[in-house]
């Protein structure tokens, strides 16, 4: 089992950037593949980006060329960063590992508005 902290969220401007940083802890994390979800107000949780235990990431069509996921095996952590932020960038942002039915952590909130 892999427990996961978030940080990194907050309140930033249409244009800004924010990082958002995972530590996991409990189990190894390298074996793992990282991904980054969001579940905006009344919406469903869906994928942003994810890496696999190689490094090769993807993400979604909506954060592509603006958004950057990595990780850091030797520091147990992935991070998301994010730039050009949009108002519908606005959501709960989740790290998980192993998928929808692996680990979550409790989320951080990103709001993007003027």
């Known amino acids: 089992q892999v427990q996961l902290v978030e940080s990194g969220g907050g309140l930033v401007q249409p244009g800004g950037s924010l990082r958002l940083s995972c530590t996991a802890s409990?189990?190894?994390?390298?074996?793992?593949?990282m991904g980054w979800y969001r579940q905006p107000p009344g919406k469903q949780r869906d994928l942003v980006a994810a890496i696999n235990n190689r490094g090769s990431p993807n993400y979604a069509d909506s954060v592509k060329g603006r958004f950057t996921i990595s990780r850091d095996n030797a520091k147990n952590t992935v991070s998301l960063q994010m730039n050009s932020l949009k108002p519908e960038d606005t959501a709960v942002y989740y790290c998980?590992?192993?998928?929808?039915?692996?680990?979550w952590g409790q989320g951080t909130q990103v709001t993007v508005s003027s």
């Open positions: 998980n590992s192993g998928g929808s039915g692996g680990s």
């Open positions: 409990g189990s190894i994390f390298s074996i793992y593949a």
